[in-house]
């Protein structure tokens, strides 16, 4: 699966390094900022860390300054990242507490083994591996077949996932609902700025959101079914038909690595049977492929 990747478009497995903080923010302006994006008041936040509203008042306006337990217990009570609660940290004065290794870490290899075994499980339908900005860390054979027709400049490492499937030059042209998916996507990027306030998300918002609508005729025809009742389908046009996909994301449970915690898996389900079959078929052309290879 990783060696496919590698041969096909070159190292996309490799991510950057960890980044460092280069300017601390205050803290009393960080945990505010905080505190507005969940939307609580100093009372609700001082009843949640069972403190006093004057003390949180005192720590926001720099009058007292925080133990580093108290600093994990407003990060925790606010819900913040792991990355975020770094920042925190250091903007108190104290050293990290969460680590933040490269996925090539042998200390992590237990956790990419368990990702790829979930990549390889999941085939034929469609998986992939991303980190906090969408960028592509890992995808099994069935993904990496329908995306090989896009143009090369967007499979230059980072590859963002995001951006390959709504760039004129990715798949745009063949997503048969693509206004809807968009819309889609743009929603869970949203949701995702409001919960971590990653500039880089919000930038990726308005990224998507410039890209022009192809041309209905350029995307095939519309599927049969509506399942936007449910859940917000991917109709993707490939050369066994058009293929009707739903996603599951999976992340894993309670990470104390920060790369860890922003890694997550996106899988591919067939929504309905005219999929299941086109995707055996699409799966038994490779093995086919491989075997004349």
């Known amino acids: 699966m990783e060696d496919a990747l590698v041969s096909r478009y070159g190292p996309l497995m490799k991510t950057a390094s ?3 903080v280069n300017s601390t923010p ?4 960080f945990l505010r900022e905080w505190r507005q994006r969940r939307r609580m008041s100093q009372m609700d936040l001082a009843l949640e860390a069972e403190i006093s509203t004057r003390h949180l008042s005192f720590l926001e306006t720099g009058r007292s300054q925080p133990s580093r337990e108290m600093v994990l217990l407003l990060a925790e009570k606010l819900d913040m990242p792991l990355r975020e609660r770094n920042i ?3 903007s108190a004065g104290y ?3 969460y680590s933040q290794r490269s996925l090539d870490d042998p200390a992590l290899a237990s956790m990419r083994q368990a990702v790829d075994l979930v990549l390889r499980g999941h085939d034929p339908y469609p998986a992939l591996a991303v980190d906090r900005h969408w960028s592509l860390v890992s995808a099994n054979d069935a993904l ?5 027709d896009v143009d090369p400049a967007l499979m230059k490492p980072p590859v ?9 030059a990715g798949l745009a042209r063949r997503i048969v609902n693509f206004t809807e998916w968009r819309n889609h996507l743009v929603h869970r990027l949203r949701g995702q700025v409001d919960a971590t306030g990653d500039a880089a998300l919000a930038a990726l918002i308005e990224e998507l959101r410039s890209y022009p609508t192809p041309d209905a005729a350029a995307r095939g025809p519309k599927a049969g ?5 449910i859940v917000v389908p991917l109709q ?7 293929l009707t996909l739903f996603s599951t994301t999976t992340i894993f449970g309670t990470p104390v690595d920060v790369t860890l915690s922003e890694l997550a898996i996106e899988a591919f389900f067939p929504a309905d049977p005219e999929t299941v079959a086109a995707l055996g078929r699409l799966a038994e052309k490779r093995r086919a492929a491989a075997v004349a290879g």
């Open 95 to 97: 050293a990290p507490v």
């Open 26 to 29: 205050h803290l009393g302006d």
């Open 18 to 20: 960890p980044q460092t």
């Open 88 to 90: 925190m940290l250091v």
């Open 160 to 168: 963002n996932v995001l951006r390959l499937s709504i760039h004129p």
């Open 144 to 148: 990496v077949s329908l995306i090989g």
């Open 225 to 229: 079914h509506d399942y936007a009742g």
């Open 236 to 242: 993707l046009l490939t050369e066994e038909g058009v």
